[in-house]
């Protein structure tokens, strides 16, 4: 029996994510002993027809060929894992979803015509089934090395769903709302990070997209405590992973307030 097949895709992304599992770097060369790299156009000219047992999808959804594309990835690979914001919540593209997209077309494009993309920014659960998603902008390497290793083990991965707070106090981060007066999104964030941000005292930026249980009513109330405007709230909550529900029915709550 040969080794298992790895496969890499791209869509509407910032090559972000497949640059953190090439940051992997000496521990990337024990993934290519172990694995065939079948197809992974950011760091090979080389392609190997599927089918595939694992592939990472970057990027959301947003032309009629990505969807039809999409579509194919899932016909030839045993795993999709979704990496990063844009794969699983339409990433800060998806700040297209609230607004006029033909509008957008018409102002930037001198012929319209040419342009064949969808209304919507979507993610890659929208489109297959996905059988892991891997949060982040950019996703944790860590993260990434445990899940390809996870997978070609055979055990499903322990990924976090609680929120960054927990993060910071593992690493002895004093919380910036509480000490600092910082707005930030870390206690409705999942956790994976590290809680870098804090680390360096500034608010989380919701990178993670939302954690298991998120609590914006309560996180709005200390935010106007500490003087800031829900304005400010609803622009935190559409970055990253403005399309992701939990954030986009929080964010829409609170501007219809």
């Not at 339409?90 to 297209?96: C, V």
């Amino acid at each position: 029996m040969g080794k298992p097949s790895l496969a890499v895709w791209k869509f509407a992304s910032c090559d972000g994510c497949q640059l953190s599992l090439l940051d992997l770097e000496d521990r990337l060369l024990d993934i290519a002993e172990a694995v065939d790299i079948a197809h992974f156009p950011e760091a090979s000219t080389a392609h190997a027809d599927g089918p595939y047992t694992v592939s990472l999808v970057e990027g959301s959804i947003t032309t009629p060929r990505d969807a039809d594309r999409i579509r194919a990835v899932r016909h030839q690979s045993e795993l999709v894992v979704a990496i990063g914001a844009c794969a699983t919540a339409g990433g800060i593209q998806a700040l297209r979803n609230l607004a006029d997209s033909d509008e957008f077309v018409r102002t930037v494009y001198a012929t319209p015509t040419y342009i064949d993309s969808l209304a919507t920014s979507t993610p890659i659960s929208d489109h297959i089934e996905v059988d892991i998603e891997l949060r982040g902008c950019p996703v944790s390497k860590i993260q990434l090395l445990d899940v390809v290793g996870a997978l070609l083990a055979g055990r499903k991965p322990d990924l976090p769903t609680y929120p960054v707070c927990i993060e910071c106090k593992a690493r002895g981060v004093s919380c910036v709302m509480v000490a600092g007066g910082i707005a930030c999104l870390g206690p409705i964030t999942q956790a994976g990070c590290g809680a870098i941000c804090p680390a360096y005292d500034r608010g989380c930026y919701g990178c993670f997209g939302p954690a298991e249980t998120v609590n914006v009513a309560s996180l709005a109330w200390q935010w106007r405590e500490l003087g800031i405007e829900d304005e400010a709230l609803v622009r935190s909550l559409r970055t990253f992973n403005t399309a992701a529900p939990a954030f986009a029915a929080a964010s829409a709550a609170i501007e219809d307030r």
